[in-house]
T-cell receptor
Framework: AQSVTQLGSHVSVSEGALVLLRCNYS??????LFWYVQYPNQGLQLLLK??????LVKGINGFEAEFKKSETSFHLTKPSAHMSDAAEYFC????????????FGKGTLLTVNP | GAVVSQHPSRVICKSGTSVKIECRSL??????MFWYRQFPKQSLMLMAT?????????EQGVEKDKFLINHASLTLSTLTVTSAHPEDSSFYIC?????????????FGEGSRLTVL
């Protein structure tokens, strides 16, 4: 069984400030981990993914995430927030192998203040 | 990246009618597609896994007779909400993955917002 916990349903930062969105996972098998972003009334877009290669993963739009097995975490960061980063962010885990099913966290709404 | 398209993006219907939502993979073949439901300000709930040429696999608690899924070709899956009621109003999102994608790396449609009056 797999699960994802996103700490903080809402994070608010100032433009130019560090963005940190927290994600902890639980998985009985080596996980594949993902961060997806959703803009209002749209589907989801992949930001980045961890697939057991490098533990520090770089994604689109300047985001990156670090896989820490000892902490079962996969937190998403961006050094400097931009207004266009305001969106809902979902952390997700899949079981690897041929299992394409994703388990999503509840999401974190990021607001960026001018 | 791979493109998945949903249609319609918005639909309003009367209670008791049926609504069909289409999900197409535009530039790849998808033997498996997934249908999700999202309530306002909540996460995505997997409803079913759509398999080309065979019956869909529904998640626990999802009524298969209410939400009919057909995956008749490698590029098209449809979700039909039958005898819709106001409680079926929601944002429905489909996703699919190219064959060589990382398991869990999905491409999502734009979503379809259903409002049942």
């Amino acid at each position: 069984a797999q699960s994802v916990t996103q700490l903080g349903s809402h994070v608010s930062v100032s433009e130019g400030a560090l963005v940190l969105l927290r994600c902890n996972y639980s998985s009985s098998v080596p996980p594949y981990l993902f961060w997806y972003v959703q803009y209002p009334n749209q589907g989801l877009q992949l930001l980045l993914k961890y697939t057991s290669a490098a533990t520090l993963v770089k994604g689109i739009n300047g985001f990156e995430a670090e896989f820490k097995k000892s902490e079962t975490s996969f937190h998403l960061t961006k050094p400097s927030a931009h207004m266009s980063d305001a969106a809902e962010y979902f952390c997700a885990v899949s079981g690897g192998g041929s299992n394409y099913k994703l388990t999503f966290g509840k999401g974190t709404l990021l607001t960026v203040n001018p | 990246g791979a493109v998945v398209s949903q249609h319609p993006s918005r639909v309003i219907c009367k209670s008791g009618t049926s609504v069909k939502i289409e999900c197409r993979s535009l530039d790849f073949q998808a033997t498996t597609m997934f249908w999700y439901r999202q309530f306002p300000k909540q996460s995505l709930m997997l409803m079913a896994t759509s398999n080309e040429g065979s019956k869909a696999t529904y998640e626990q608690g999802v009524e298969k007779d209410k939400f009919l899924i057909n995956h008749a070709s490698l590029t098209l899956s449809t979700l039909t909400v039958t005898s819709a009621h106001p409680e079926d109003s929601s944002f429905y999102i489909c996703s699919a993955a190219p064959g060589l994608a990382v398991p869990g790396e999905l491409f999502f449609g734009e979503g379809s917002r259903l409002t049942v009056l």
